[in-house]
């Protein structure tokens, strides 16, 4: 079993839907927890980074985190055809010198 | 956010040749850089930690005589693919998390080699 596991999709909305992107992971102690946003052909940008529980807002993207369930969610609302990107979540269970474990990525195609 | 600068963005390179692949922290100081390469529709898989002033820390399976690391300054860590073969055609990110961002990691723009 990974230890973070993410639906590569792809995954197709049309403009303006709510698009959920989740993962999935087996550690309990992670406490930290990012969202990427990669193009193609680019390298991943940091969208949101939250630590421990709870939910972190950041205009139409809102991270989700339930560390019972060892379940973390990114939410887009008002998609656009800009967001079609691949997601990739991350987590690590400190800082300093944890290493960071990144999920395969959910391929997101936002349809005008 | 922090900055990581990489470059150059795109090399191609005759099979047997080495190719250098320079990643910068432009606006604060990277004890510690890491290596990824990614595969096309694929996620990222760590190479390498690159420390400054010492050796590199490679992952299972990683040849460290084929893939060089160099990381003279807390700045510049350097990715050095020596004689390069068509299957090391990837793309290749490097990244840097400063402690005064959380240890938060930040990506370079991603480098992508293709070797004929």
């Known amino acids: 079993q990974k230890e973070v596991e993410q639906d590569p999709g792809p995954l197709s909305v049309p403009e303006g839907a709510i698009v959920s992107l989740n993962c999935t992971y087996s550690?309990?102690?992670?406490?930290?927890f990012m969202w990427y946003r990669q193009y193609s052909r680019k390298g991943p940008e940091l969208l949101m980074y939250t630590y421990s529980s709870g939910n972190k807002e950041d205009g139409r993207f809102t991270a989700q985190v339930d560390k019972s369930s060892k379940y973390i969610s990114l939410f887009i609302r008002d998609s656009q055809p800009s967001d079609s990107a691949t997601y990739l979540c991350a987590m690590r269970e400190g800082t300093g010198g944890f290493k960071t474990i990144f999920g395969a990525g959910t391929r997101l195609f936002v349809k005008a | 956010g922090a900055v990581v600068s990489q470059h150059p963005s795109r090399v191609i390179c005759k099979s047997g040749t080495s190719v250098k692949i320079e990643c910068r922290s432009l606006?604060?100081?990277?004890?510690?850089m890491f290596w990824y390469r990614q595969f096309p529709k694929q996620s990222l898989m760590l190479m390498a930690t690159s420390n400054e002033g010492s050796k590199a820390t490679y992952e299972q399976g990683v040849e460290k005589d084929k893939f060089l690391i160099n990381h003279a300054s807390l700045t510049l860590s350097t990715l050095t693919v020596t004689s390069a073969h068509p299957e090391d055609s990837s793309f290749y990110i490097c990244s840097a998390s400063p402690l005064e961002y959380g240890n938060t990691i930040y990506f370079g723009e991603g480098s992508w080699l293709t070797v004929v």
């Open positions: 606006d604060f100081q990277a004890t510690t």
């Open positions: 550690n309990s102690a992670f406490q930290y």
